[in-house]
């Protein structure tokens, strides 16, 4: 038995490569909550985005056009929700339940119209997705043992955007906790009243935030389908808008405990496509299904109060009324 297999190089990149839409999808949950604004809706931005990029990545033989693609996907259900939800007060759960079924009902059928490849997209080629970038000195590094292997096969030969989003992890720290834009939109997702009442505007930072929480699911899904795979098929975002909002309640709303939080949920998911470690460090073999479904008890366990009380902000999930 050999425990320390659990903990193989192999298993912690694959761990980063699966924690990366989670993270960018729970960064983006945690700019729409802090501002007042629940969006459940998480799930079904990613899909469109996963969609339109890699459609128009294949169309147009750029993945830089696939990707803003996505991003415009995204943000377009993400001002449907913000229309739904600030500007007409509706519910927010239900408006994020609707940009749900609307994606996943749409995205098949209009790829089925555009490839008729049964609600996909073709394969994308070289040029159409993201590559894996060597960084540099890795040749170097990669000889000396420990660091250097960690170095050239764990940091080193990931796509742009996993490095992106590791770097949107300290960059909402710096924007939510040391900039004055930051700490307006933290407010208007704790006291609404006291913003409006200092002159700024609650409806306008709302809608900042909403926009953001689209630009950076519209990432996510394109890394699904143009980075960590080759093109779009029917609900591959598989549930991950809702793991991502699991690990945004148990980070807490705070950026730097999201990141830990969305590697646990990755690491699960790299275990589960290799069930051959669990049975070399533990000696038994466990099931495919039930490693396939950790993930998601561990959603569940998030989600039904287990890891310890959550305290969402205060203002979240209501529409702001202006007093006369």
């Known amino acids: 038995m050999s425990f320390f297999s659990l903990f193989d190089l192999s298993v912690l990149d694959t761990t980063i490569r699966l924690a990366t839409p989670l993270l960018l999808a729970c960064l983006a949950g945690l700019f729409s909550e802090r501002a007042g604004i629940f969006d459940i809706g998480l799930e079904g931005k990613m899909l469109a985005a996963a969609f339109f990029s890699a459609a ?5 033989g750029s993945v830089w056009v696939g990707l803003l693609a996505g991003i415009g996907a995204s943000l377009l259900l993400s001002t449907l929700h913000g229309l739904a939800s600030i500007t007409f007060r509706g519910n927010q759960l239900i408006s994020g339940v609707a940009i749900n079924f609307l994606a996943a009902g749409l995205t098949v059928l209009i790829a089925q119209s555009w490839f008729q490849q049964g609600g996909r997209t073709p394969s994308l080629l070289t040029g159409a997705r993201f590559e894996e970038i060597t960084l540099p000195f890795t040749k170097i590094l990669g000889g000396i043992p420990y660091l250097g292997r960690i170095y050239a096969e764990l940091i080193s030969g990931h796509s742009i955007l996993v490095y992106l989003a590791l770097f949107c992890v300290p960059g909402t720290w710096y924007i939510l906790f040391r900039t004055r834009f930051g700490l307006r939109l ?5 006291n609404p009243a006291a913003v409006d ?4 505007s609650v409806i306008g930072l709302r809608f900042a935030a909403v926009a953001i929480c689209g630009i950076l699911c519209g990432i996510a899904g394109a890394y699904l389908a143009t980075g960590l795979q080759a093109g779009f098929v029917k609900d591959m975002t598989a549930g991950r808008g809702f793991i991502a909002l699991a690990a945004l309640i148990f980070a807490k709303w705070r950026p730097w405990h999201a990141l830990w939080a969305t590697l646990l949920f990755g690491y699960l998911q790299a275990i589960a496509l290799r069930p051959d470690i669990i049975e070399s460090a533990f000696g038994f073999k466990v099931q495919v299904q039930l490693l396939d479904a950790l993930p998601y008890i561990l959603t569940v366990v998030i989600l039904a109060g287990f890891v310890g009380k959550a305290i969402p902000p205060r203002a979240g999930g209501q529409p702001y009324v ?3």
């Open 56 to 60: 128009f990545a294949s169309m147009s």
């Open 186 to 190: 933290r407010a208007v997702g704790e």
């Open 197 to 200: 009442t200092a002159g700024v």
């Open 322 to 324: 202006k007093e006369r």
